[in-house]
C-alpha cells in the first residue's frame, strides 16, 4: 500500500487544496507549531483539510535542550491541537544543530520519548520524524523504532526509488514535490491510518483539567464538556469538592 501525501508548514501557504486533490494527495502532515508557538497557518491547513476530505496529521518542530522542555513542547502541542481529531500521528521532529552537539543520545532520545508520552497520554497517536543518520547516529533507536511510528525522512528524490533503509517506518518522506507552484515534500504513507476512538477521561482527570484552566469557564465550559461527551454535572461536582 503506497498512499500519496505532502507535509505542510507556513511555506506553502497559499498553496491550493482543489489543486493538492487533483494532484492525487490523501493526507497532510501539517506543522502545529515549533517551539513552544503555535504555527500560523495550522488553523487554515486543517479547516482546509476537513473541507476537501484529506486526512491529515501534525508535527512538531523541536527546539528543546532538555527533557523538561520536550515536555513543554509537547504540552503546547497538546493545547494547539486540543478539539481535533487527526487521523494520522503527532510526530516529534528534532533536527536542530544544537541539539546535536550540545546533547548526547541518552538525552536526545529521552527527549523524543518524553514528548511522545505525553502526546499519547492526552489520546493521540505518537511517532518520530528523522533520517537515517540521526537514528542510528543520535538516537537510540532501540528504545524508539516499534515503540512510535517512524515518518524517515530519506529523499531518493523519487517516490519510485524506496529507501534502503528499514526502521518499520509507516511514512516516508522521499524528496521534493511540486503542486500549484510551490516546493513541497513528498511522502508516502505505508499503512492505512484510520480515525481514532477518542479516549475517554475520568471525571477526577477532567477535574483536574477543569482547575488548570483547559476548559475554560462557565457556559463555556459546559458546552466544551457536553460536546466532547461528558457528564458536565459530574465534573462541576468533583471540581467543587477538590476546591474546598
Known sequence: MKIKGVD???????????ALKQA?????????????KKDVTMDKF????????????????????????????AEKCISVIKGLSPTYPVFF?????????????????????????????????????????????????????GRYDIWLAHWTNSPNCPSKHSYGQTM?????????????DGDICFCEYVNPTPVKKTVEQLAK???RGDWGNGAER????TAAG????AVQKRVNKLLR
Open 8 to 18: 505542510l508548514s507556513y511555506c506553502q501557504e497559499g498553496i491550493s487544496f482543489p
Open 24 to 36: 492525487g494527495v490523501k493526507f497532510a502532515i501539517i506543522r502545529a507549531g515549533f517551539s513552544t
Open 46 to 73: 486543517v479547516a482546509d483539510c476537513k473541507k476537501y476530505g484529506i486526512d491529515y496529521g501534525f508535527y512538531w518542530y523541536s527546539y528543546a535542550m532538555s527533557v523538561e522542555q520536550a515536555k513543554a513542547e
Open 93 to 145: 521532529d528534532m533536527e536542530e544543530k544544537n541539539q546535536i552537539s550540545g546533547l548526547n543520545t541518552d538525552t536526545r532520545t529521552k527527549m523524543a520519548i518524553a514528548f511522545c508520552e505525553k502526546i499519547r497520554q492526552a489520546g493521540f497517536k505518537p511517532g518520530v520524524y528523522a533520517n537515517p543518520s540521526f537514528m542510528e547516529n543520535y538516537y537510540d533507536k532501540s528504545r524508539i523504532v
Open 172 to 184: 516516508w518522506q522521499w524528496g521534493l514535490d511540486k503542486i500549484d507552484g510551490y516546493e513541497v
Open 209 to 211: 483539567e477543569v482547575i
Open 222 to 225: 459546559k458546552q466544551k464538556l
Open 230 to 233: 461528558y457528564d458536565y454535572s
